[in-house]
């Protein structure tokens, strides 16, 4: 049997895959609240990586099964994570490079999982045909074997033929080269073929079965041998390769002509078996002097033992004429080799050990599903929040309920009032709102910190490129990093927005806390302070106003919507629907994921009825306040009230009171928002760095053969060395923001309030795909925890399409308090890419508002 050609494999280099991946994951599927641990899964599948891609040299068939189980974890990996995105630096060699006495071998460095799994095919192909050249022929199951490998690989190699280069998406070795690939195809369809030739003499088959698996196999290495001969793939090939195709065509031609020789003998047709015996011997001859070596000797001795001895009886017995082999019937074809399609999973015992990550367009779904909640939730809180507000400033122009309070106990301070002192007090008092206030440039300084780290390394990995390309002019092949960093600088962008969104945010709260701090710093000092600085006066006869009973009641009234709010807020944001397993079922059932409609009907399903309570809770508040304006007014007109100084300053500290507990709540959101954004940037300052660490490595690659190829030709000028190998220039911090305070606080004065920060916390869904141009990926940071947080409107850099709600705060007219704004006013980021801006409303139950914008 004639020996099988095996396909060398490619060499791989040591990569680190831990920390890269780790970053990926926890940027993607990551969030404060519910942090992804894959560390153990990460480990072992490294472990998996060092394993395969070393045990694949051995070429036992134990080696297959370990190779098969890393590339089915690479392609388990890939539906769950772009494979883009994956900034590891993966350098193969080139598999039919010899290298030189400079012990140079060319190579390829790619960040892309895309590339690996490439490679890793590649080499699963080349070790099957490493595997079934090693079987043994005299053996059925070693046939067998050998056959079904052989059949593999060539639908492997077929496979990479048509997705090379839409994976690696530049210009390949040349063992990844698609006419190389389809050569290596043909090549071992024909050598399965070959195998079946094979076994149908070893099984004794009949005569014309075998003469017509031999022709056919015949036909296929005259395909391989006009494939090996191009000129842009001969030189790729070892030197006997060619020669051994050419000899194999010839042996199988041979072959056929034998056994179809014996067909015609057992038909009696004497002249034409002397015809093909003639060809079978001269085939064989040429099989020796083409190969160099002899193929089939125990058959090329049976035709020449078969063709003297046809003679003989011919020329004693028969006399027939011999005809011209061109004369006789073509032989039969058969050909029970294929090339098989490529299977997942390729392992007999595969355990994916991604498991717990979900595929990508279930994540895209959730995190579409997502932010439609998030609107919903943030609309419902903003309605709801806006009418206390406005409900709370009313009040306190009013100076209720501390107008219809009767004093006493020794104190001329309205028990209403007392307790938002002590509830003040209680809170921590104005040092623990200063406190926090004083925390805020610190967190913000952390911030900028950790963007402008990120922006200089970009920018030094980009000064860097530049000065090499400028160096080395053409030679310089990689792709420009200005086509690579895009999205990486527009993310940076936005980051920087928000944070400059956030100082604008931290300046108003403080401006308002100046505003009312002397307020609340009577609230904090207690009853005394407070009751020393109260205008003295009356108002009026309180206990003899019918009234005066008729708003205590209302007031009773208040506190009820109050709390029925703060029920409703809480439903509205613990209210939660595992949609991971109705979107699995989805994809498992159709094969996509229609997201909207399961998203509205399910959103329909769990707010529909909060949605309702919220507009009830609104149209119950605009009968109370009709009901406490009468009842003011009669109340004024009975007791002979007037708005004087004293009715004034209770007014303005019920204000403050109210400002203390909003501005807290501001602060402490704020406080988690820099904490959270630190959390993002850390993500997004990885990942430019294992984006940064890529490029270096794919430079120094280059480096060295533009290197090497100047050392062969002659002397090459030194290239500059990078920016980043020198020391780095220290840099001061920028310093933190100033607020700017006013010189004389005025209680009453109205200050803008406009917050640019988000209403509701929604990080950043990662952008599936990257761009088309390039193999680096597109970043985007992982979702920040759900919370109801005032800051950063400044919508998060994504890809997804967002849909419409309200943005920004404005001024309450009356209690100064933060309000959703309407669209147009301050706190609108009306920017190419932002929010659209729509005024705040409720959905219908099931229903979510149309036209979303696309980032």
Known sequence: MAELISVPLKKPSEVDIVKPLKNLIQSRYSTADKPEDCSDAINEFSKLRNNAIWKAFEK????????????????????????????????????????????????????????????????????????????????????????????????????????????????????????????????????????????????????????????????????????????????????????????????????????????????????????????????????????????????????????????????????????????????????????????????????????????????????????????????????????????????????????????????????????????????????????????????????????????????????????????????????????????????????????????????????????????????????????????????????????????????????????EREAIESELKSATTDMKDKFLSALAKDGAINEPAISFEILGQTYGSLQKQVSESIEKQTLLINRIKDSHTQFMSETGSTTGGREKMLSQLASAHDIFRDLQNNLKEGTKFYNDLTQMLVTFQNKVTDFCFARKTEKEELLKDLTQASSRSGPAPTPTTPSYYGTEPKREAPAAPTPSTPSVPNPTAQVPTTLPYPVYVQGMPVPFGASSSAPYPAYAPPPMPQGYNPYGTMPYPTSYQFPQGPQGYQGHPVSGYPQPGQPGQPGYPNQPGGYPNCPPGTFPPGSYPSNPNPW
């Open 60 to 563: 036992y068939e134990s080696s297959l099964e370990i190779i098969y189980g890393y590339y089915d974890q690479i392609v388990s990996l890939e539906s769950k994570i772009p494979s883009q995105e994956l900034q590891v630096p993966f350098k193969w060699k080139d598999a039919f490079d010899r290298g030189n006495i400079f012990g140079s071998r060319m190579s390829l460095t790619i960040p892309s999982l895309s590339y690996e799994k490439v490679c890793v095919l590649f080499n699963i192909a080349a070790l099957q045909s490493g595997v079934a050249a090693a079987q043994s022929m005299e053996s059925d199951d070693g046939l067998k074997f050998a056959a079904k490998l052989l059949q593999q690989a060539s639908g492997i190699f077929n496979h990479l033929k048509s997705t090379v280069m839409l994976s690696i998406q530049q210009d390949p070795t040349p063992d990844l080269n698609p006419d190389t690939l389809g050569a290596l195809s043909q090549l071992m369809l024909a050598q399965a073929q070959q195998i079946f030739v094979h076994k149908a003499i070893h099984d004794n088959m009949k005569d014309s079965i075998v003469a017509k698996l031999a022709s056919q196999c015949e036909d296929l290495y005259a395909e391989c041998l006009k494939v090996f001969q191009r000129e842009n793939l001969k030189p790729i090939w070892d030197k006997d390769w060619v020669p051994i195709i050419a000899g194999k065509q010839a042996a199988l031609g041979a072959v056929a002509e034998l056994y179809q020789s014996l067909v015609c003998k057992a038909n009696k047709n004497i002249g034409e078996e002397i015809s093909r015996l003639q060809r079978s011997t001269e085939l064989f001859k040429a099989a020796q002097s083409r190969a160099g070596r002899a193929l089939f000797e125990d058959l090329a001795s049976k035709a020449e033992r078969n063709l003297t001895e046809a003679r003989k009886d011919n020329d004693f017995i028969y006399h027939e004429r011999i005809p011209d082999i061109k004369a006789v019937d073509p032989i039969g074809k058969a050909q029970p080799a294929k090339v098989l399609q490529l299977s997942h999973p390729m392992s007999q015992n595969f355990k994916d050990l991604f498991n717990e990550l979900v595929p990508v367009p279930v994540h895209q779904a959730l995190a579409s599903y997502d932010l439609r909640k998030t609107e919903i939730v943030n609309t419902e809180i903003t309605r709801l929040r806006e009418a206390t507000q406005q409900l709370n400033g009313l009040l306190a122009s009013l100076n209720l309920p501390a107008a219809i309070e009767v004093t006493g106990g020794g104190s001329d301070v309205p028990p209403s009032i007392l307790e938002k002192a002590s509830v003040v007090s209680s809170m921590g008092g104005i040092s623990e709102v200063e406190r926090m206030i004083t925390e805020l440039p610190e967190l913000l300084k952390r911030n900028q910190d950790i963007l402008d780290e990120t922006d200089r390394m970009l920018n030094e990995e980009k000064s860097a490129d530049d000065a090499l390309r400028q160096q080395f002019k053409e030679k310089w092949t990689r792709t420009p990093s200005d086509k690579l960093t895009g999205t990486f600088i527009s993310n940076a962008a936005k980051y920087r927005q928000i944070i400059n969104n956030a100082v604008q945010a931290d300046k108003v709260v403080r401006d308002k806390f100046e505003t009312h701090k002397y307020f609340m710093e009577l609230l904090s000092a207690g009853p005394g302070s407070i009751e020393a600085a109260l205008p003295s006066g009356t108002s009026g006869n309180v206990a003899d106003s019918s009234s005066a009973a008729t708003l205590r009641q209302l007031m009773e009234e208040v506190e009820t919507v109050k709390a």
